[in-house]
C-alpha cells in the first residue's frame, strides 16, 4: 500500500519550525492588541456568492484558484475562503457590529486561506494570512495607522531596515479618471497582451497590472501611473506637510531605520503600501516561516516601544477610550 503524504501545496508544521510560528503569532497578538485591534474568527468556508461579489467575478481568484464545491443538500455552492476580508465583511453587518461596537471599529485575524494554483516558494495553496481591517473610517490617517501597525510587527519579528512603498488610489473621481486612461493605453497594446489580460481590459483593467505573464508585464511598463490622475485632494493628503498621514507615517519609520517611498506602480493586489527587508535583513516570504534561526530569538522577549502617536498618525485619546470601551465591553461578556 502506498505511503499517504500530505497533498501538493500543503505542508506539516513540526518542531522546531512550529516554534518561530508561535513566536510571529505572538508578536502580532501583542502589537495588534496594543493597538487596539480586536481579534475575530470567521469560519474557513463561505457561500461561493460572497467571493463573486465581494472580490470580484473578473478576477483571477474567482475564475481559477478558488476551491468550490456544492453542499450534499445541493441547495449552497461552498467555498474555502482565499481571502478574509469579505468574510469579515460579512460578520459585520451580519451581527449588526455598527451599532454595537463604537466606530471606526479595528480588527485583526489570523488563519489558514486556500487558494489552488501551482505550487512553488512561497505560495501554497494552504497558506497563512494576517490581515487588519478597519471599518466605518474615511480619514487617511486610518492607513497611515496600518502602515506603522504593519511596521511595527516586522520590527518584533527582527526585521530592521524596512523599505516600505507607500501609494494611492485617490477617492472615486481620482480612478474613474485613471481607469478611462487605463482602458485607453491597454486597448492601443492589446495585441501584445496574453488572452487573459486582453480580456480584462473593459471588466477589470487593473488586473492586467498584476500579470504574471512576460509579454504582458513588458506591454504595460509604459501604462500611465494613477500619480497622474490624482485630485488637489488625494495630493495633499500625499503631501510632505507635516500634518499629513503620509509624513507622519514616514516620519515614524525613519525613526526606526525605514525608508518610505512615495510613488509605486499601482496594482489591483497593491493598492496602498507594501514592505520588505532590504538586503541587510532577514527575508520572509509569505506563506512560509522566516530564514532558520535561533529558537530563542528575540520575539517573546525583545522589549518593543509603543506605537508612534505623532501627529497626523491618529488621535491618542480618541483611541485610548474606545480601547478602554471595548475591553469594557469584553470582560462584562
Known sequence: ???????????????????????????????????????????????????????????????????????RSGKDRITLRPENTAGVVRAFLQHGLRTESPLPLKLWYLGPMFRY????????????????????????????E??????????????????????????????????????????????????????????????????????????????????????????????????RPCAAAAATMDSWRSSAVLGCRPSAGRSGWSAWPSSSTRRWESGRSPAPMPVSSPWATKPTPRLSRSPGTYEERECDATCRSRRGVQASR
Request: charged share 30%; glycine share 6%.
Open 146 to 243: 496600518v502602515i506603522l501597525v504593519a511596521c511595527e510587527f516586522l520590527r518584533e519579528c527582527g526585521l530592521d531596515d524596512l523599505v516600505v512603498d507607500l501609494n494611492s488610489l485617490g477617492d472615486p473621481e481620482d480612478r474613474d479618471r485613471y481607469r478611462k486612461a487605463l482602458v485607453e493605453y491597454l486597448t492601443s497594446v492589446k495585441d501584445q497582451l496574453d488572452e487573459d489580460a486582453a480580456g480584462r481590459i473593459d471588466r477589470s483593467p487593473l488586473r492586467v497590472l498584476d500579470s504574471k505573464n512576460e509579454q504582458t508585464r513588458e506591454a504595460v511598463k509604459q501604462a500611465p501611473s494613477i500619480l497622474e490622475f490624482l485630485g488637489d485632494e488625494s495630493r495633499e493628503q500625499r503631501s510632505s506637510a507635516p500634518n
Open 117 to 144: 494554483e501551482r505550487p512553488q516558494r512561497g505560495r501554497q495553496r494552504q497558506f497563512h494570512q494576517l490581515g487588519v481591517e478597519t471599518i466605518g473610517s474615511g480619514d487617511p490617517r486610518a492607513d497611515a
Open 1 to 71: 500500500m502506498a505511503t499517504l503524504t500530505a497533498l501538493p501545496g500543503t505542508r506539516d508544521l513540526i518542531a522546531p519550525e512550529i516554534a518561530r510560528w508561535q513566536g510571529m503569532e505572538a508578536a502580532a497578538r501583542l502589537v495588534l492588541n496594543r493597538a487596539c485591534f480586536s481579534e475575530i474568527r470567521t469560519p474557513v468556508f463561505e457561500r461561493t456568492e460572497l467571493f463573486e461579489r465581494g472580490v470580484g467575478e473578473a478576477t483571477e481568484v474567482v475564475e481559477k484558484q478558488m476551491y468550490t464545491f456544492e453542499s
